[in-house]
Every structure is written in structure tokens, then in C-alpha cells.
């Protein structure tokens, strides 16, 4: 349950469910170590929530028929910004902010990974650039579009002293330049072929799936493929994704630098197709910070 500030104090509840393995071979025995996006109370929601109140008042002999949406574009432009905190598994925290050139089919976007569920603890930030792909109709997923991403330059942020202290010590020539590392300043890690203590390897391809919607405010949303539940990356035609992480909205407008500042150390911006650093040693990390807390 939590309070709306936006919305006079209304409160609004939710419920969190266990995350599903991208695997389905592996659903039988999986037990959840993350969570769904979260349901909203059809009864305490976020107002105004038009299907909220045609769910509440459907019944199992009325279900609730939903209103039809204009189909949105089905290509990727512009820049799109998370919409909130977004949970992966092993306990890994981030937003996203995304930026897609259609004219020469280019990308660039920022992640931005915390320590906690509110994402008000930074612990450092990818920015990366590469191509995508001209989309084609997806046969396994209906309304889906295929593409292939390819990341071609990373640069990482570290922003809390446990991250700082891994770059630092990692193995020479395996992520930057070792012990050069400072918070709050940017390294370029395709110098050394990515960052093993990440989990990441450059260049990289991931075969991807997007769609975009409308929500009930004419907002335009992008969902991009959900990440493998074992923390691999779908970097075959065999393991593109047949699922959706949470979605993005489009940005109004062009962003300006101090908004993008701002979002950094807020609630705002990761990216489809950057590679995931790796869950263990971003655990590990976690697990560190939250012993040094409690001393």
C-alpha cells in the first residue's frame, strides 16, 4: 500500500506476484527471487483509471470489455523514459532512458542501477551507443516486431564506494583502466573489450522484440523484450525474447542536460540491448552495502 502524493494522499494498493522464467522448461520448479510489475486494486488505484472501473463493475457473467486503441506506430523513434523503480532478478534495480535515430537507425540510452527497490541509492550508470536493425512482424509473439541490436561503445559511472572499490581491483585490462576509476566520472570500457566485473563484452548483439501502445492518456509506450531469467542475454535467434519488461513512455519533447542530470539521481532512466551486467557480482555488491550498514 502506498500513499499518491500526485493524487491528494489517495491511497493505492498493489500487488507484487513472483516473477515467471523466461524458460518454460524451468517453470515446473522455479521458485521467484523477483517480482511481476505490480497489479493495481481495481478499488484503490491511481485516478483517473478508466479500465479500473469497467474491471470493478464486470462480473462473471458481465466481464469487462475493454475499449479498443488506436494502433500506434510500429517502428522505434524518439527518446522514451522509465515510468518507475523497475525490478529484475537478483535483486538488481534500474531505469532506463532511451534515445532511437530512425533515419540511420542508431541508438544511444543510460541505465541507471540502484541498490534499492525505491531506486534512491545510485550504484553506477552504463551510457551506450550502437545499431538496430530495420523490425519485421514477429511469427511467435502477435503484435510483436523483431530486430537486432548490436552495441558497439560502453561507458560506465560508478556511483557508490562498493562499485568503485570492484573497478578498481578488477584485473588489468579487463574493464578500463584499473585504479583510475572516481565516482561520478565515466570511463570508456571498449577500450578493454567491455568489463568482466560487470558481465560485459563488447562488441555484443542481442536479437530483440518490441511493440508500442497507447495508454488511456494518449501517451505512446514502448515495450521492449524481457531479459532472461538466468541472467544470460538473448544473443541468438533461439533465445529472443517472447515477453515484455515494463514499459517506457515517450518523452514529450527533446530532453535537456539538467533534465537528464536530474533523472539520473531521481526516479527516471537502461537499455534494451546493453548487455546485463552480471547478477552475481551485482549481488554481491549488494550484499556487501548491506553489511557495511548495518556496522
Known amino acids: ?6 493524487q491528494g494522499g489517495g491511497l493505492v494498493e498493489k500487488l507484487f506476484l513472483g516473477d515467471t522464467h523466461t524458460d518454460r ?12 510489475q505490480a497489479l493495481q486494486s481495481a478499488l484503490h488505484h491511481v485516478h483517473p483509471c478508466h479500465v479500473c472501473g469497467i474491471i ?10 475493454l475499449p479498443r486503441t488506436p494502433q500506434p506506430p510500429g517502428h522505434l523513434r524518439g527518446e522514451w523514459v522509465s515510468s518507475q523503480c523497475e525490478v ?99 570511463q570508456d570500457i571498449s577500450v578493454t ?24 492518456h494518449s501517451r505512446l509506450l514502448l515495450y521492449m523484450g524481457e531479459r532472461p531469467t538466468d541472467g544470460s542475454s538473448p544473443s ?6 517472447t515477453s515484455y519488461q515494463p514499459p517506457l513512455i515517450q518523452c514529450s519533447g527533446e530532453l535537456t542536460e539538467p533534465l537528464k542530470q536530474r533523472l539520473s539521481t531521481d526516479n527516471a532512466p537502461s537499455l534494451a540491448a546493453l548487455p546485463r551486467p552480471h547478477p552475481w557480482a551485482l549481488l554481491s555488491a549488494f550484499i556487501v552495502v548491506h553489511i557495511l550498514r548495518q556496522n
Not at 522448461?25 to 511481476?36: F, I, K, L, M, V
Not at 470493478?56 to 470489455?65: F, I
Not at 567491455?194 to 488511456?216: A, N, R, V, W
Open 88 to 186: 529484475r532478478p537478483n535483486v538488481l534495480f534500474l531505469t532506463r532512458y532511451l534515445t532511437f535515430h530512425a533515419d540511420n537507425y542508431t541508438w544511444e540510452g543510460f541505465y541507471y542501477h540502484y541498490a534499492d527497490p525505491l531506486c534512491k541509492q545510485p550504484t553506477f550508470a552504463l551510457r551506450a551507443s550502437g545499431y538496430y536493425t530495420k523490425g519485421i512482424s514477429s511469427e511467435r509473439v502477435k503484435g510483436g516486431t523483431e530486430l537486432v541490436f548490436t552495441v558497439n561503445q560502453v561507458w560506465v559511472k560508478p556511483l557508490s564506494q562498493v562499485i568503485l572499490q570492484m573497478l578498481n581491483t578488477s584485473r588489468p585490462k579487463s574493464c578500463g583502466v584499473a585504479g583510475l576509476w572516481a565516482i561520478g566520472e565515466e
Open 56 to 65: 470493478y463493475n464486470a462480473n462473471e457473467h458481465q466481464p469487462p470489455v
Open 236 to 241: 541468438t535467434p533461439q533465445k529472443r525474447p
Open 25 to 36: 522448461s524451468e517453470r515446473a520448479h522455479y521458485r521467484p527471487n523477483g517480482y511481476q
Open 193 to 216: 573489450g567491455g568489463c568482466t566485473t560487470l558481465g560485459i563484452s563488447l562488441p555484443h548483439t542481442e536479437y530483440e522484440l518490441f511493440k508500442i501502445e497507447q495508454d488511456s
Open 1 to 6: 500500500k502506498q500513499y499518491n502524493g500526485q
